[in-house]
């Protein structure tokens, strides 16, 4: 099992700034891709921000050019750098990591979520 830990979130004014963190740890093997998704209420589950183990980053278009996304890999952490944070990027933020097992299969792996608010 691979655990996942967020931290970061909170309480920010829009046009403001906040930096999300993802702590893996547990039985690891590799990390393929590390990404950062979003659920507001009543709403479906986004991609926001995508990282390959090479460094390749995709980006949702609503959030291009204002979040960026990067790794530590020999930390095996994930960092979402959130800036000009508007009101609409008010969700539940989570940390996914694509695992691959020694021979064996590739499973993904869900932090428990920290919350992003923005007020207008």
């Known amino acids: 099992q691979v655990q996942l830990v967020e931290s970061g979130g909170g309480l920010v004014q829009a046009g403001g700034s906040l930096r999300l963190s993802c702590a893996a740890s547990?039985?690891?093997?590799?990390?393929?891709?590390m990404g950062w998704y979003r659920q507001a209420p009543g709403k479906q589950r986004e991609l926001v921000a995508l990282?390959?183990?090479?460094?390749?980053?995709n980006y949702a278009d609503s959030v291009e050019g204002r979040f960026t996304i990067s790794r530590d890999n020999a930390k095996n952490m994930v960092y979402l750098q959130m800036n000009s944070l508007k009101p609409e990027d008010t969700a539940v933020y989570y940390c996914?990591?694509?695992?691959?097992?020694?021979?064996?299969?590739?499973?993904?792996?869900w932090g428990q979520g920290t919350q992003v608010t923005v007020s207008s």
């Open positions: 547990g039985s690891i093997f590799r990390i393929n891709a």
């Open positions: 990282i390959t183990s090479g460094g390749s980053t």
């Open positions: 996914n990591v694509d695992h691959q097992y020694a021979l064996g299969p590739r499973v993904p792996f």
